[in-house]
């Protein structure tokens, strides 16, 4: 696929041809079609498949979770990721406690669309991933224009976990990166099984820093790191885990153990965010490094563009942040 | 019916509870339970009606009558809040997380509710005539999901019998001095949902209107909505000395214990040989579970 969307939409459709999947949502119906038109054309596709709920997100979450634990498989879907704080007491209290509890497996697939940088304010431009990361038989998936999301969504409905599929607002209107004019200067590789790590840096470069990060975040990263390559000759690699939980820090740890400037890039806030959970575990494992977690800031998200710079990581100031440490080796 | 069953049945959950309490207030069971004395009806009833094999019934803390019943083992509930392996959650979920076949309870309050709904939703897919029900209490009626599931289960017409046992307090908070009522019956129907009420006294009463409700769901694939309006003669929980239930209301509801009304249809005798028998096997179950 060579969009986000493209692919996203075809993931959905996949699903949606099981007759044990159903969609719900607000606003997912014909006409509307979802309010980033997703699911356009699909409650008429899958005639009784797709369909409008009322705005009762702890509601109809409850139903998704009843729904799996009767062996269907339901995709839920919150309009703004900042509205699964609604829901948390479903996800939470009751599907993961059924998983080992109960000993069931649960197919359940929360559709959570986190972001900011649009200018939509406090309420509806927040990344909230961490609020679900690191609890048991919750997963927190989260595709990017590096992770075709289609190809996640399908995998994540397997897991037998509820799963919350944190998409971003943004990549809805992107390019996969291989689609991008300047990815054939890239070097990208997969390390890990089904929900891998993606590595993206230059052919024949020692990498200077190791960015980490997720999601929406991925697209503007990779056009920096082409930025800096290009202008100033500095080469940074950037790994994109696709799984936020559980979390293979194994697995990062392999890949990064050698490095010297690890940076976590996220754009939900900091501290005690998901990158410094990943650094605390690589510090646990003995790791001597310059590490340094880059998130928002302790501000609500305002809508001025002004606001919203004070609160969300821009691009520039990582841009400087890595230029200044890559300069004085600090 | 058989009368004798039914009294059997009563009083088996009436002496587990009981025997659960003490073995509480010795100290020696572990956590905390949430008894379900004065209000063993509405799982006795359920009993004749729910075939857990392919309908659904979900419940939330106060349950060990519903677990007793659905089981028919009392070893497996005993046995969960003692911790066994053998328990109805191999020992994880204590008295209130538990789950047997296509039963399941939880601990939050009210949150059964919206997933039976969806379990409602997915039987409604099946096509077959199997249904769902939920067991919660007159506290999960401010819980703001169980809100949202009565108009999700009239949106979507759902196959599922929802039972509200209201006992007349969320936890020691009297109904009437958090709501503008004592049932709820506006409440209710303003979701344009089937409302029924019937006190638990009767047990005739209580089986035919459940009864009635069960057959409706069954056949019309719509939610039916039954009030049981009933009393607890024990605390909350296993630290609560019900310093907030008026005498006069523990007064009426001996009157009107659902055991008492059953137990007038048989003999003294028969009545008598009941009690012995239940109070071996409850000695039996706790024997069982303390040597396994």
Not at chain 2, 55 to 70: F, K, N, P, Q, T
Request: net charge negative; hydrophobic share 40%.
């Amino acid at each position: 696929m060579n969009t986000y969307k493209e692919s996203l939409i075809d993931g959905l459709n996949t699903l949606l041809a099981d007759p044990k999947v159903f969609l719900l949502g607000e606003d997912v119906e014909e006409p509307y079609g979802g309010a980033y038109t997703i699911t356009k054309g699909m409650s008429t596709r899958f005639p009784g498949k797709v369909l409008n709920t009322p705005m009762s997100e702890q509601g109809f979450t409850g139903m998704g979770v009843g729904m799996a634990l009767a062996g269907y498989k339901p995709i839920i879907e919150i309009m703004f990721g900042d509205f699964s704080t609604l829901i948390m007491d479903q996800i939470l209290n009751h599907a993961s406690k059924f998983v080992e509890g109960f000993e069931k497996e649960l197919h359940l697939v929360v559709r959570d669309p986190m972001g900011g940088y649009r200018g939509y304010g406090a309420t509806h431009s927040q990344s909230l991933e961490k609020l679900f990361v690191g609890l048991p038989h919750i997963a927190v998936i989260s595709p990017s224009v590096l992770h075709e999301p289609g190809e996640l969504l399908v995998k994540a409905m397997n897991l037998g976990v509820p799963v919350i599929f944190a998409e971003n607002k943004l990549d809805y209107t992107r390019k996969m990166f291989r689609a991008e004019k300047i990815a054939e200067t890239f070097e990208i590789k997969y390390h890990g099984g089904d929900l891998p790590i993606a590595e993206a840096g230059f052919p024949d470069e020692t990498p200077e820093l190791t960015l980490i990060s997720y999601g929406g975040l991925i697209h503007p990263l990779l056009q920096m790191m082409y930025d800096l390559y290009m202008e100033e000759e500095v080469a940074v690699r950037l790994l994109d885990i696709s799984s936020l939980s559980p979390m293979d820090f194994d697995l990062i740890h392999s890949l990064v153990e050698n490095d010297n400037k690890v940076f976590t890039v996220e754009e939900g806030h900091i501290p005690f965010g998901i990158g410094d959970g990943i650094i605390s575990h690589l510090a646990q494992r003995g790791m001597k490094c310059r590490f340094r977690s880059i998130g928002a800031s302790q501000h609500i998200i305002g809508t001025s563009r002004e606001a919203e710079a004070l609160a969300l990581p821009q691009i520039d100031d990582i841009k400087k942040l890595i230029l200044k440490s890559v300069e004085s080796d600090g | 019916m058989d009368n004798k069953e039914v009294l059997q049945k009563m009083l088996l959950i009436r002496r587990m509870e009981q025997k659960i309490e003490s073995l509480f207030s010795q100290g020696l069971l572990r956590g905390t339970t949430h008894c379900c004395i004065g209000e063993e009806a509405v799982p006795v009833a359920l009993s004749y009606l729910i075939d857990i094999e392919k309908d659904y019934l979900c419940s939330g803390h106060r349950a060990h009558g519903l677990s007793m019943m659905v089981t028919g083992k009392p070893e497996m509930l005993l046995g969960e809040i003692m911790g066994k392996p053998f328990g109805m959650a191999k020992g994880l979920g204590g008295s209130q997380h538990v789950y047997y076949k296509n039963y399941f309870t939880n601990g939050i309050t009210g949150g059964m509710v919206p997933v039976s709904a969806g379990i409602a939703f997915a039987l409604k897919h099946d096509g077959t005539d199997a249904i769902a029900t939920v067991v919660f209490g007159d506290g999960a009626m401010n819980e703001g999901y169980v809100l949202e599931s009565l108009n999700l289960a009239k949106a979507y017409r759902l196959p599922m019998l929802l039972i509200l046992e209201n006992n007349g307090y969320a936890m020691s908070t009297p109904i009437e001095t958090v709501n503008p009522y004592s049932v709820f019956e506006d409440r209710v129907k303003g979701f344009d949902l089937p409302y029924h009420r019937v006190q638990a006294d009767n047990f005739d009463n209580l089986f035919s209107t459940l009864q009635n409700a069960v057959n409706a769901v069954r056949t019309e694939r719509e939610p039916q909505f039954v009030e049981v309006v009933t009393h607890r003669f024990c605390g909350h929980s296993k630290s609560d000395k019900r310093a907030y239930i008026p005498r006069e209301r523990d007064d009426y509801w001996h009157e009107h214990d659902c055991l008492k009304q059953v137990a007038e249809k048989l003999t003294p005798q028969e009545v008598e040989q009941i009690e012995a028998q239940v109070q071996q096997r409850v000695e039996q179950v706790y024997q069982y579970c303390l040597n396994n």
